[in-house]
């Protein structure tokens, strides 16, 4: 890897490291530059260098992916439990380059919390990145690495937090009469410190929307109107016990109906099968995207409709209808994410399908940014999404990521044009 990048610093060489493949953002579609371009697979990176049992961390090669990262640790009784949709594909450098978030984030914890060290190559030389448990000795050094979606440098490396594999994991499904209804329980859930490993809410037409894909038959009792609540319990056998016992009886006391066909369960058996359906619905001539914030738990009902609303009408000038829902996937004390879906046609050509992304994409962004949102909550910023950095990050703060990204790349040779403008413009070359 050194020697790479050596090469390229030398011959003024743009790079961009390729972990998975899977983002949705373009971190890895490069802009118009008219230097040459390297691209650096990280595929043989895969293999498990150490575990410390003592201090329960394991560290990978950063090219390592979900399936491999669960299969080598599986071997000494561990988890990560890093389960974000693209799991199949994406890896341990590409979750801490886009601040990744997993499905069971609740539990296990997102990325920022199992990222405890590692190393990074850059152009001015080796970042190495202890695996300290805490510090007070000033700015953390992991948080300049994670997020920097490679304009930083190529992460090579990563010690991550690992838990023993859990007893039991249960997945459950309770319905509730409304939105409203459903934001109030999710809310005294988490607000309860209830130890689920997940809570995802969906909103009524996402509800519905699963219901007739076939992920299940309505349960008595449940209409138009209704939400889906899906929870988690993960541990041992007497902490499942227990945890879905105060879930369910907090569940009782806000009318939820309960679930009896093992819907809980069959969400999990199809947990990565979601991104599978954009061919077939491109095929029917459909096209599908999705947009994502996070807000604090005031303002969650009001983004949730005004972001969805927003996209739902995008191209109602061209008379066309796109179809919005939304689920909230991650919850913290203060707040949630926002995870909106929509499909929308793409019309008779590339150019025409591209015009029609672009004004949902702007419509949905605008709106987020409005609402005060984070752009991303966990698909990052990558090219799609830098125009909208700097309402969250400030002006100042937006120059303090520029001057750190020139620390490490003082030519703007590392994924020109992710995260931020490409450097090179304003640098010599």
Not at 153 to 167: F, K
Not at 218 to 232: E, F, N, Q, S, Y
Not at 250 to 271: F, K, P, V, Y
Not at 335 to 364: C, D, M, N
Request: glycine content about 10%; charged content about 20%; some cysteine.
């Amino acid at each position: 890897m050194r020697q790479l990048l050596d090469y390229a610093e030398a011959q003024n060489i743009a790079v961009i490291p390729y972990g998975g493949g899977t983002s949705v953002v373009g971190h890895i579609n490069p802009d118009a530059d008219e230097r040459a371009l390297l691209t650096i697979d990280m595929v043989d990176f895969d293999e498990l260098l150490r575990v410390d049992r003592d201090s329960l961390l394991a560290t990978f090669g950063a090219g390592a992916t979900g399936p491999r990262i669960e299969a080598q640790l599986q071997q000494h009784g561990y988890t990560l439990g890093h389960y974000p949709q693209s799991w199949e594909f994406s890896t341990a450098g590409g979750w801490v380059a886009s601040r990744s978030s997993g499905q069971q984030s609740l539990h296990y914890g997102r990325i920022e919390q199992l990222f405890a060290g590692g190393r990074m190559e850059t152009m001015a030389g080796r970042l190495d990145i202890p695996t300290l448990p805490a510090s007070s000795a000033g700015p953390d050094i992991r948080e300049m690495v994670l997020g920097s979606e490679g304009r930083m440098g190529i992460i090579t490396e990563v010690a991550l937090r690992v838990s023993p594999q859990p007893e039991e994991e249960h997945f459950k499904v309770v319905f509730l009469s409304s939105w409203e209804a459903g934001l109030k329980l999710a809310m005294a859930l988490v607000h309860g410190r209830v130890a689920l490993s997940m809570l995802r809410l969906s909103n009524p037409l996402e509800t519905a929307s699963l219901l007739a894909m076939g992920q299940g038959e309505k349960p008595d009792g449940v209409g138009m109107g209704h939400v889906m609540l899906t929870l988690a319990a993960t541990g041992s056998a007497q902490q499942c016990l227990a945890n879905l016992g105060i879930a369910h009886q907090m569940c009782a006391s806000h009318g939820a109906i309960e679930d009896t066909q093992g819907l809980g369960e069959h969400w999990n058996e199809g947990r990565f099968h979601a991104p599978y359906l954009r061919d077939p619905l491109g095929d029917a001539g459909y096209a599908v995207d999705t947009m994502e914030t996070a807000v604090d738990w005031s303002s969650v009902a009001d983004t949730a409709e005004r972001v969805e609303r927003a996209i739902s009408t995008a191209l109602a000038d061209e008379g066309e209808r796109v179809l919005a829902y939304t689920h909230l996937s991650h919850v913290y004390r203060q707040g949630s994410s926002i995870y909106t879906t929509y499909v929308f046609r793409p019309g008779a050509s590339y150019a025409e399908a591209l015009q029609r992304w672009h004004k949902i994409k702007a419509a949905g962004a605008s709106e987020i940014v409005a609402c005060g949102g984070t752009i991303s909550h966990q698909h990052g910023v990558g090219r799609d999404h830098r125009d909208y950095l700097e309402a969250e990050k400030g002006a100042l703060g937006m120059a303090a990521i520029d001057q750190l990204c020139k620390l490490f790349d003082p030519r703007g040779q590392m994924n020109p044009g992710a995260l931020l403008p490409d450097l090179s413009t304003s640098n010599e070359r």
